[in-house]
């Protein structure tokens, strides 16, 4: 996206945003609650048009793009979903199927293959027949992933997918992430957790009032400094196991 | 197997309504009415012109109205809304009655007046859960005003009756609700309408099954939510405007209905809609049944029968919601 600027009811959330996501890279964007990370995957997916400023995904610009054509080329997992309680495992990652199915045509072999490769991936293929109500909340968000996954797309936009998991599939889905990068896709995904995002990010973003504040390898990016700038926060960095750790010592006088 | 199940139950649901009534009618005279029609024969005439007719426009306003209380809970996630509790049946009622008294329209041309009611007040309704948003549950907001539009309507209602009772003695029971026995000719008026909104239904399912995870996820997943959404909802009042003009307003078939067709057939797919359209088509059905039955030879309207029997479910659900909340 070029110098994209974009507001609610008058009051700017983001300004001037220029940021890139190549194929095959896994960038994490970081940042302060409100800064507009959210916001700046809904604005790659279609779901908010740009005040000003382009975003273009393979050179096309979204704005001019139908719904459908989008979805052929972002999967967003977004941070909530109301799914209704009694639809089943297997109906809501076939959901993800929907924009490569035909007006009035049934799921297709290569449909059920997606959707039973994507359910291996996330290890949810015994969930199958379960009902979504009966599902705890890691569950739950391993489905949406798997919903995200079998959307099969080239760009795939994850907010913060992480959050109230447990910290086994926490990695679960970071490691899934960096995989279909690896495999070439590009991946863009909202993490608030500094010592993850070193760990798997290609690169790191770091997001502050609307603005990129910092962008490029973990190392030099997360740094002590930047930390305090954005995040108003004193910490001492120690670099182990190839990530960094931010050890917290209090809030900036 | 739930599907022909389903229709089974409908079709006992009509035998039992062609045998009885203020009399009651052996099944082999009404094979033999529908067969060899006898005109001099009292039976075959009551089975023919009164029952069969009767039955006709009950299977068709119970089928539309539960297909359109379906579309609405799934474009609104929220299984508390259908025709009547967002002020549909109330408005279309109301203009029908203003077309009646200013303009003296009658029969099929009743529907446009209609249809701009029901649109009228569904707008309505959005207007004032949108001065009620921030506060409370904004699902809940939606009832509520559509609780408020309806009785404003209803109110709009009784005033113009009330301007000329002896012009409208005619329409007070379609006023609750009714079937009577010339409502046929609504019916085959009312009926490509109904049949349209159901064709439409029935193509949109998919999407409509996409936008009740809701509008952002089902953008994200590739439905142009804008025209899906304003269609399913297009397609909700003219069905349920198609029942109102033949029947009246009458409620609770397509709240209770999409319930009852979750519970059996889940979320996904034409199996539900299916048993919306079979099942509304049955309960409206019986209630004809009882309106004629349980104070015979006199005739209830079948709107008072519907509210009694619809309000003890209604009133169940929310009590059941309210402990599942609880817990």
Redesign the interface.
């Known amino acids: 996206m070029d110098n994209v600027s974009f507001g609610f009811d008058g009051r700017a959330v983001m300004r001037d945003l220029t940021l890139r996501a190549k194929p095959g890279e896994f960038l994490a964007i970081v940042g302060p609650n409100g800064c507009g990370k959210s916001t700046a995957l809904k604005l790659i997916?279609?779901?908010h048009r740009p005040a000003s400023g382009v975003v273009r995904i393979d050179g096309q610009d979204v704005a001019a793009m139908?719904?459908?054509r989008?979805?052929?080329h972002?999967?967003?997992l977004?941070q909530a979903?109301?799914?209704?309680p009694?639809?089943?495992v297997h109906?809501l990652i076939a959901?993800?199927r929907?924009?490569h199915?035909g007006?009035?045509s049934r799921r297709s072999a290569r449909d059920e293959e997606a959707i039973a490769h994507a359910m291996r991936v996330m290890d949810v293929t015994g969930l199958s027949h379960r009902r979504v109500g009966e599902l705890s909340g890691g569950q739950l968000q391993r489905c949406r992933m798997a919903m995200t996954l079998a959307?099969d797309c080239g760009i795939l936009l994850l907010d913060e997918p992480t959050t109230y998991l447990d910290l086994r599939y926490q990695f679960d889905i970071l490691e899934t992430a960096r995989a279909q990068a690896r495999a070439g896709a590009a991946v863009v995904a909202v993490l608030h957790d500094f010592t993850q995002a070193s760990l798997y990010a290609d690169r790191v973003a770091v997001m502050h009032e609307g603005r990129i504040a910092a962008s490029g390898p973990a190392s030099e990016v997360l740094t002590e400094d930047v930390i305090a700038r954005v995040f108003g926060v004193r910490t001492r960095a120690v670099h182990a196991h190839g990530g960094i750790f931010h050890i917290p010592e209090g809030a900036v006088r | 197997m739930r599907a022909l199940a389903a229709v089974l139950v409908l079709l006992a649901a009509c035998l039992l309504h062609l045998r009885l009534g203020a009399a009651e009618i052996p099944a082999r005279a009404i094979l033999q009415a529908i067969t060899a029609f006898d005109p001099t024969n009292y039976a075959h005439v009551v089975v023919v012109f009164q029952r069969i007719t009767r039955l006709a426009v009950a299977v068709f306003s119970g089928a539309v109205l539960g297909v359109a209380g379906l579309l609405l809970q799934k474009i609104m996630?929220n299984g508390l809304v259908s025709p009547s509790t967002l002020g549909i049946n109330a408005g279309a009622t109301s203009f029908v009655v203003l077309a009646v008294y200013f303009f003296g329209l009658g029969g099929a041309a009743l529907f446009l007046p209609a249809l701009a009611g029901g649109l009228g007040a569904m707008a309505l309704t959005f207007m004032t859960a949108r001065l009620l948003a921030g506060q409370g549950d904004p699902r809940m907001n939606l009832v509520l005003g559509g609780a408020m539009v309806g009785t404003l309507f209803s109110s709009v209602t009784a005033f113009v009756v009330a301007l000329d009772p002896d012009g409208f003695t005619n329409l007070l029971g379609w006023l609750i609700g009714d079937i009577g026995n010339f409502d046929y000719k609504s019916l085959s008026a009312m009926a490509p309408f109904g049949i349209a909104g159901l064709i439409g239904a029935v193509?949109l399912s998919?999407?409509v099954?996409?936008l009740?995870?809701?509008q952002?996820?089902a953008?994200?997943?590739?439905?142009?939510?804008r025209l899906v959404h304003g269609g399913a909802l297009l397609i909700a009042i003219v069905l349920t405007v198609s029942a109102v003009t033949v029947v009246g307003p009458i409620g609770f078939v397509g709240l209770v209905m999409p319930h009852v067709a979750?519970l059996v057939a889940?979320?996904?797919g034409l199996l539900p809609l299916w048993l919306c359209l079979i099942g509304g088509a049955t309960v409206l059905t019986l209630a004809d049944v009882l309106a004629r039955v349980l104070m015979a030879p006199q005739v209830l309207n079948v709107g008072t029968v519907m509210g009694l029997a619809g309000g003890a479910v209604f009133l169940a659900l929310v009590l059941t919601r309210a402990r599942g909340a609880q817990i």
């Open positions: 997916a279609g779901l139908g719904r459908a989008i979805a052929r972002v999967a967003l977004t979903s109301a799914v209704p009694n639809m089943t109906e959901m993800g929907f924009v199915q007006f009035l959307q | 996630q193509l998919r999407m099954d996409l009740a995870m809701g952002e996820q953008a994200v997943l590739g439905v142009d939510t979750r889940g979320e996904v």
